[in-house]
């Protein structure tokens, strides 16, 4: 079994910065891309930015230059480091991980239970 865990969330000030975390734990062979969504009240959960194992990353328009998707492959840990925050980046942020739990076996899809970012003065 698989989870994962994420931490860093919380209430900031607009222009503030956070950085979230999200550890992957369990029966792991291979990690495969990990990423960040989003969830604001009333609207669709969308991609923030994802990172391969080889270290591509890919971002939304709404970060770019703003945020930093990073991964530490040795602690199964993928980092969401977000600056300049605004007010509509308040959301519930999800993390992604594709995995493979056994060699040769079926990647699946895993989500966190999520972490809260407020961006209010």
């Known amino acids: 079994q698989v989870q994962l865990v994420e931490s860093g969330g919380g209430l900031v000030q607009p222009g503030g910065s956070l950085r979230l975390s999200c550890a992957a734990s369990g029966s792991i062979f291979s990690i495969n891309v990990l990423g960040w969504y989003r969830q604001a009240p009333g609207k669709q959960r969308e991609l923030v930015a994802t990172i391969t194992s080889g270290g591509s990353t890919n971002y939304a328009s709404s970060g770019k230059g703003r945020f930093t998707i990073s991964r530490d492959n040795a602690k199964n840990t993928v980092y969401l480091q977000m600056n300049s925050l605004k007010p509509e980046d308040t959301a519930v942020y999800y993390c992604?991980?594709?995995?493979?739990?056994?060699?040769?076996?079926?990647?699946?899809?895993?989500w966190g239970q999520g972490t809260q970012v407020t961006v209010s003065s």
């Open positions: 992604n991980a594709l995995i493979q739990t056994t060699a040769g076996g079926p990647i699946m899809n895993y």
